[in-house]
C-alpha cells in the first residue's frame, strides 16, 4: 500500500515539471484512499473502439494494479444506422451520446474516444480528462489492384463518406468517383474485397491498430490528404465533476497531441466544423513550433481554401482561431454559407 503511494506521488510530480498547464503544475499528493477499487470504462463494441478502450485499460492497469478495470460495450444510434450519410442523421454525437448517458447514470466512469469523433463543444456537464499520445494521423488508400491514386483509371470507383476526403479526392483527381462507404473497418474493407470499389480511403491509426497495416497499399501525404482534426488520438471523457478520476488520468495526457489537437478543434469549432462540412486540419509540433494547417473545400473540390499558421504550441486555441479567420477572409464563409451549415452563428466557448 505504502510503495503504490510513493509511486503514483512521483509520478504526478514529473508531470507537473514537464507540464506547462494550469491543470498539472502542481504536485498532487494523492492518498490511496482516492484510488477508486473499480473503474469502468464505457465503449463502443466496433473491434477498434474495443481496440481502444483495452489499451486505455491496460495503461490504467499498470499504474493502478489495485483498481479493478472493467469494460462496458455499447452500441450506439451512429452503429446502428448504416444506411445513410452520417451527415444527414446528426453527426458525430450521434457515436457518443449514449456513452455520456452511461457516464451520467454512473453506468460507467470513463468513455474512450476517437478524438474525431468528439463533437468540438462538449456537452454541459462533461470533460476531456486526458488525451492520449497520437497515432500516425494520416489517411491511407487501400487498393487490392492500384499502387496509389495516381494509378488509378479515369472512372474508377473510390470508397469514402468523408466530405473531407471527398473534395480532396475531387479536386486533384477529377476523373475519379466517389461513392459512399460506411461501416466499421472491417465492413469497408469486406465492401473492397467484394469488387464494389477499386479502392477506399481509411485512416491509418484505425488499421494499425487492429493489426491491418498490411492492408494499406499506401499512404496518403498530408499535402495530398490533410487529415481530420483530431485523427488518430484518442480521448478519455468522464464528467466533469469527477476532479478524482481527472487526475487519475494526468499520466496519460501527452501534451504534445493535446497542444495539437486543441489548435485543430479550436479552428474546427471557429467554423462551426461538423461531419456536414468539408474541412480538415493538422497540427504538428517541430523544434518547439506548433504548424497548424487547415482547409476548407466545397464538397465537389472545385473550391478548395487553405491556409497555416505557426507558432508557440501553448497558444493552439489562439492559433485555430486565427487560422479559420484567414480561411473565412479568404473565401471559407462563402463555402460554409452555402452549405447551410451552422458556420454562419456564433459558436459559444463554454
Ligand atoms: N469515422 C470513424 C472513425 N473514427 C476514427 C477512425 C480511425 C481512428 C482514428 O482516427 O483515431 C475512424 C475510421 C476511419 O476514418 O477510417
Redesign the pocket.
Given at each position: 500500500m505504502r510503495a503504490h503511494f510513493i509511486r503514483l506521488d512521483a509520478q504526478h510530480a514529473k508531470m507537473g515539471t514537464r507540464s506547462n498547464s494550469v491543470t498539472f503544475s502542481f504536485v498532487i499528493i494523492m492518498p490511496n484512499s482516492s484510488i477508486p477499487a473499480k473503474i469502468v470504462i464505457a465503449t463502443r463494441e466496433s473491434a477498434?473502439a474495443l481496440w481502444?478502450a483495452n489499451f486505455i485499460r491496460d495503461r490504467l492497469a499498470k499504474l493502478y494494479p489495485q483498481t479493478e478495470l472493467d469494460i462496458f460495450g455499447m452500441t450506439t444510434r451512429g452503429d446502428q444506422i448504416l444506411d445513410v450519410s452520417l451527415s444527414k442523421i446528426g453527426g458525430k454525437g450521434l457515436f457518443i451520446k449514449e456513452l455520456e448517458q452511461a457516464l451520467e447514470e454512473g453506468r460507467a466512469d470513463i468513455a474512450v474516444h476517437?478524438?474525431?469523433?468528439v463533437p468540438m463543444d462538449m456537452p454541459p456537464g462533461f470533460a476531456l480528462a486526458a488525451i492520449a499520445e497520437r497515432?500516425d494521423?494520416r489517411d491511407a488508400f487501400i487498393s487490392n489492384r492500384h499502387a496509389n491514386l495516381d494509378a488509378l483509371p479515369p472512372g474508377s470507383i473510390v470508397g469514402t463518406s468523408?466530405l473531407r476526403r471527398e473534395s480532396q479526392l475531387r479536386a486533384r483527381f477529377p476523373h475519379l468517383q466517389v461513392q459512399p462507404l460506411r461501416g466499421n473497418?472491417q465492413t469497408?474493407l469486406r465492401k473492397l474485397d467484394e469488387g464494389q470499389f477499386s479502392a477506399i480511403i481509411?485512416?491509418a491509426?484505425?488499421?494499425k491498430?487492429l493489426g491491418l497495416a498490411g492492408r494499406i497499399t499506401a499512404l496518403l501525404s498530408l499535402e495530398l490528404s490533410l487529415p481530420?482534426v483530431?485523427?488518430?488520438?484518442?480521448g478519455i471523457e468522464c464528467r466533469a465533476e469527477r476532479t478524482d478520476l481527472i487526475r487519475l488520468m494526468a499520466p496519460l495526457h501527452h501534451l504534445p497531441t493535446a497542444q495539437c489537437v486543441e489548435a485543430e478543434r479550436a479552428m474546427s469549432r471557429a467554423l462551426g466544423g461538423s461531419c456536414e462540412v468539408p474541412l480538415g486540419g493538422f497540427a504538428e509540433i517541430s523544434g518547439g513550433i506548433l504548424r497548424l494547417r487547415g482547409f476548407v473545400a466545397s464538397q465537389d473540390g472545385a473550391r478548395m481554401i487553405s491556409d497555416e499558421v505557426s507558432g508557440d504550441p501553448g497558444m493552439g486555441m489562439g492559433m485555430g482561431a486565427q487560422l479559420a479567420q484567414n480561411l473565412k477572409i479568404q473565401g471559407a464563409e462563402e463555402i460554409l454559407t452555402a452549405l447551410g451549415s451552422r458556420a454562419a452563428e456564433p459558436v459559444s466557448h463554454p
Open positions: 477498434l481502444q476517437s478524438m474525431k469523433d497515432e494521423p468523408s473497418v469497408r481509411l485512416a491509426a484505425g488499421l491498430r481530420a483530431g485523427q488518430g488520438a484518442l
